[in-house]
């Protein structure tokens, strides 16, 4: 016979409990990290957290989550949970999951406010985190409120960039983020080409580039294919 909570279970579906202790911004109350959470320096590695076996020297790199929503969906369910297994990294990017501007506002909002609780709460836990600014349409750029100003940052570029169209909007939207959060240094995931990153750098903004998987696959290949027909010549 299974016996009967003496309490009844609450399921914290708005990660309530992650972010008791948080101030909340004035437009749409989400939580705002803090500076002290962030990182000061740039880590030397970015790998993806469904590529983590790939990381050689955990302490030296930061792990991200530039990859399909579902390959970190248990993490943004279970937050609690992994944070032993997050604090063996060097840094944790803000998580990603995507506000994707042709979703309705309201789930934009939502995922913005899933990815800054889960990182407020990694780093009110002393894992020091780099924020990862992700928005979604221009009705999203209160969520700025939320980041902490003259601190790293990150920016992941991996397929937002393909489109002549996209490249200009995702252009300025990385210029209002610049103006508004003045970065100390934006690590990028990605390509970052001077039509994205070309305001920022006359600011004197430094830019750290960081491969992403798909590019060093890429990388492997043609290095290959030159092997093999160097071979083929000789």
């Given at each position: ?24 911004t ?9 500076a ?29 989550f ?15 949970n ?42 009110s ?13 221009n ?11 003259h ?51 006359s ?23 030159l ?8």
């Amino acid at each position: 016979m299974i016996k009967k909570r003496k309490s009844p279970y609450l399921r914290d579906v708005y990660l309530a409990g992650l972010i008791a202790d948080a101030r909340r911004t004035k437009t749409d109350e989400y939580p705002m990290i803090e500076a002290w959470m962030v990182a000061t320096e740039p880590p030397k590695e970015i790998i993806q957290w469904d590529r983590r076996c790939d990381a050689i020297s955990p302490k030296e790199t930061a792990i991200s989550f530039y990859c399909q929503d579902p390959g970190f969906q248990p993490i943004l369910n279970n937050p609690q949970n992994y944070v032993e297994k997050l604090s063996q990294y060097g840094q944790v990017i803000g998580l990603d999951a995507s506000p994707y501007d042709n979703m309705p506002i309201v789930v934009q909002k939502s995922q913005i406010f899933l990815n800054l609780a889960c990182t407020y709460y990694y780093g009110s836990k002393g894992i020091k985190i780099i924020p990862n600014v992700r928005l979604g349409d221009n009705r999203t750029l209160s969520s700025l409120e939320a980041y902490p100003k003259h601190t790293l940052i990150a920016i992941g570029t991996h397929g937002f960039t393909k489109l002549l169209e996209n490249r200009h909007i995702f252009a300025e939207q990385v210029n209002k983020i610049v103006d508004e959060l003045e970065p100390a240094g934006i690590c990028v995931y990605g390509p970052a080409s001077d039509e994205i990153f070309g305001y920022a750098k006359s600011n004197g903004i430094p830019i750290y580039q960081y491969d992403s998987y798909t590019m060093k696959e890429n990388a492997k290949d043609k290095k290959r294919k030159l092997s093999e027909e160097s071979k083929d010549e000789g």
